[in-house]
């Protein structure tokens, strides 16, 4: 069995790793921060000095990055992938980026011969942790099949969506389905308290209805709570919206209300949650309308 590279040993990176190397494969890591580094060789990995020397020593290397420009930097950049893979490599992009970068990335490489799978994966540090994620894989079949068990060994489902890129707008189309629906349900709990409803029972009343969802079950409870820990950040959900709004410009779609709830989340980060779990949109319609939505009692 080759070694597999790893590249991006973060809040997602550092658990998926171990769970590979739990699985019996043998990882060589690199991340600029030299903390997780030493974590993840501690528990059986070997250093490299550079993604360069990572491709050089792997012919199957994954990277789980914050975003595109990061992506592009240690795929192509100085020192990086592309100047150390040998042909019929396979660069596994875990990382949530812009789709068209994906695209980007994988013609260059391609130009070497080195393939590329987008794979980013939805389910956060828990399910890193239990590798039990979803992971959404844009690519080759051939190149898919031949990644399977390694994918297989950090997520409970791995499905394969199409063609490069397309990993990357299944898991923005996730993104906007959860931001809008997280800004539907406050924009209804706000109304509801402020009416003098109780939330709590608006909710239990509604649920198994036809706007019950797992997002209204994941967040309506933690809002009522007024419990805001991540999860996931604001900022994080920036990210993925500004990914969503760049890649739909670019194929000609509008996201109107997509375009609103990004600016909520703008003005949320302004207002110094940045860092709040995205349930905290709630935090801007309660402000609006001066009422807090929490339970009674
Ligand atoms: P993170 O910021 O915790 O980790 C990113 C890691 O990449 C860091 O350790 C950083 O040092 C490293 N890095 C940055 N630039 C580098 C470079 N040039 N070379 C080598 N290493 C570099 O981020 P995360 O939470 O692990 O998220 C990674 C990706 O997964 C993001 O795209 C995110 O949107 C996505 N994601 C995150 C979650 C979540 O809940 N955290 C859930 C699903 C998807």
Known sequence: MSKIGFIGLGIMGKPMSKNLLKAGYELVVYDIIKEPVEEVVAAG???????????????????????????????????????????????????????????????????KGVRMLDAPVSGGEPKAIDGTLSIMVGGRQEDFDACYNILKAMGASVVRVGDIGAGNVTKLANQIIVALNIAAMSEALVLATKAGVDPELVYQAIRGGLAGSTVLDAKAPLVM???????????????DLANALAASHQVGVPLPLTSVTMEILQALKVDGLGDADHGAIIRFYEKLAQIEVRKKG
Request: proline fraction near 7%.
């Open 225 to 239: 709570a007024g419990q805001f820990k991540p999860g996931f950040r604001i900022n994080l959900h920036i990210k």
């Open 45 to 111: 990995a070997e250093a490299a000095g550079s993604p360069r020397e990572v491709a050089e020593r792997c012919d199957k290397i994954i990277t789980m990055l914050p975003n595109s420009p990061h992506v592009k930097e240690v795929a192509l950049g100085k020192n990086g992938i592309i100047e150390g893979a040998r042909p019929g490599a396979i660069l596994i992009d875990m990382s949530s980026i812009d789709p068209m970068v994906s695209r980007e990335v994988a013609a260059e490489l391609g130009k």
